[in-house]
């Protein structure tokens, strides 16, 4: 298992060296101030319960007291980004040479880490799943380098909908010298899976969450990292000052104020996954269902692409994923409103290959 120390031996040089920009907000705690110090417009001529004339604080202070008390974490554990994307980014540029290191991606999952590393000139090494979507360790520690320097694991992962067992999770993160990132982007719909409780035993550990998936804020795209603080003050010496909108930060007070609605939407979405499984299931152009721990299904039908395409010809947009890996002639569906997947049903029954 590694330490701190040896954790932190892992951030680029260059990074390490960086002074960060730093503004007076950084400085300065307090309130009723008179703020002379950013050349901004002192008049607020849009929205008066929004100050959209000043600069937000650029360390989120407020919102991530909030985050804390909901999530049982420290403040200090959090990093705010805009939307997950940010701190994905950020973690390759943080831990990354370009030309030189690799992260490694356990396929079929989310594109934006393959993305980001080639953006940034850095090489991914790709593991295909099992054929249950777990895990290859024997093959994953067999086929890393050296120069391996991040794992990213999306549990519950996208596009498959599962979740991966914390057994596997603290392998990796006991064995593999390396940041290990868990994409938990789904994890409102299945809590009791999270790893945070993992945190304060591993320092390499990185946890992303969202604000854009069960929160239902996905315009305002607002994602979190959690991590130890000195991971945390990495990614922030790295992060564009004022990366959050001071309209999302007002969003995101009012989504925490109303989190027993959130959860209540939660548990309504959740029911009715369930109940489109089993209408799913039923259609003679599905062939199988797959478990899902998410707010979406993989379904594989009997020709994705013809399916596909007769949905969109009738109105509805769903992810054809058929030429992933593991997802030969399968759609993601996206758990819509009652009404909306009842829609889809009734379109699926008139489907004729």
């Given at each position: ?57 650029p360390l989120q202070r407020e919102a991530k007291l909030k985050i804390a008390e909901i999530k049982g974490v420290s403040p200090e554990q959090i990093f705010l980004g805009n939307g997950s994307d940010e701190a994905v ?265």
């Amino acid at each position: 298992m590694m330490t701190l120390s040896e954790t932190l031996e892992l951030v680029r040089p260059n990074i390490m060296r960086l002074k960060p920009y730093s503004s007076a907000r950084n400085e300065f705690t307090g309130g009723n101030a008179i703020l002379l110090d950013a050349n901004e417009n002192p008049y607020n001529l849009w929205n008066d319960d929004l100050i959209v004339n000043r600069y937000p604080d650029p360390l989120q202070r407020e919102a991530k007291l909030k985050i804390a008390e909901i999530k049982g974490v420290s403040p200090e554990q959090i990093f705010l980004g805009n939307g997950s994307d940010e701190a994905v980014d950020l973690i390759i540029r943080c831990f990354c040479e370009p030309s030189t290191d690799s992260i490694v991606i356990f396929s079929p999952t989310y594109g934006m880490y393959s993305v980001c590393a080639e953006v940034n000139n850095v090489q991914v090494k790709e593991f295909i799943l099992n054929n249950d979507f777990s895990i290859n360790l024997q093959q994953f520690f067999n086929g890393i380098s050296p120069s391996t320097k991040v794992v990213f694991i999306c549990s519950p992962n996208n596009p498959t909908g599962n979740a991966q067992p914390i057994e596997t999770i603290e392998q990796i993160l006991s064995k593999f010298r390396g940041i290990v990132v868990v994409d938990e982007a789904y994890i409102d719909f299945c809590p009791e899976k999270t790893y945070l409780s993992l945190l304060n035993r591993y320092p390499n550990l990185v946890v992303l969450q969202t604000f854009s998936k069960a929160w239902a804020m996905a315009g305002a795209r607002i994602g979190i990292a959690f991590a130890n603080p000195k991971i945390i003050a990495t990614l922030n010496k790295v992060k564009f000052p004022y990366n959050i909108g001071v309209p999302s930060l007002s969003f995101l007070s009012r989504a925490i104020e109303q989190y027993s609605n959130t959860k209540s939407l939660i548990s309504q979405i959740v029911s009715e996954r369930e109940l489109l499984r089993l209408r799913l299931q039923q259609l003679s152009c599905v062939k199988m269902v797959y478990p899902s721990d998410s707010n979406f299904l993989l379904v594989k039908t009997t020709d994705a692409n013809s399916v596909y395409n007769y949905l969109l010809n009738n109105g509805i947009v769903v992810r054809n994923r058929t030429h992933e890996p593991l997802c030969n002639n399968c759609l993601r569906i996206t758990v819509g409103k009652p009404y909306e997947n009842s829609k889809l049903i009734q379109i699926l029954n008139t489907y004729r290959p």
